[in-house]
């Protein structure tokens, strides 16, 4: 099993709602292809460097999985049908970036949710 991280970026005009569902097909479409979601997370809206389909800001979304190469065209396939996706990247893992998310992802959970 190869370690994944896919960041995607979604279009500034959508709900709440539609963001949620976009970002529960690309988990469920991970986990039908037997792939482990291991960390999953929302940045919100941000600026964007630049204009891209005439949008100043999007939605950052990030999800970290374990699966097998074949999954990553499949998915790729998608990001580029759906509407809602403005960027995408998908990148694999070495030992080192792995540890960097690993830690990154423990500082993250031990920080206190704010209410």
């Known amino acids: 099993m190869n370690h994944y991280e896919a960041v995607f970026i979604l279009n500034p ?3 709440e709602t539609q ?3 976009a970002v ?6 991970l986990t039908s292809k037997k ?3 291991v960390h999953k997370e929302d940045w919100g809206l941000k600026k964007l460097a ?3 389909q005439n949008k100043n800001s999007g939605f950052y979304n ?3 999985f374990e699966g097998e190469g074949e999954i990553i065209n499949t998915l ?3 990001f580029r049908r759906d509407e809602r996706v403005m960027r995408f990247l998908t990148v694999k893992l070495d030992k080192h970036a792995q540890q960097w998310a690993d830690k990154r992802k423990k500082k993250i959970q ?3 949710k704010a209410k």
């Not at 529960?24 to 479409?29: D, H």
């Open 13 to 15: 005009v959508l709900s």
């Open 19 to 21: 963001i949620e569902e």
């Open 24 to 29: 529960k097909k690309y988990e469920s479409l």
């Open 35 to 37: 792939c482990k979601i």
């Open 50 to 52: 630049f204009t891209i």
């Open 62 to 64: 990030l999800l970290q």
């Open 76 to 78: 790729e396939v998608e």
């Open 110 to 112: 031990s920080k206190p």
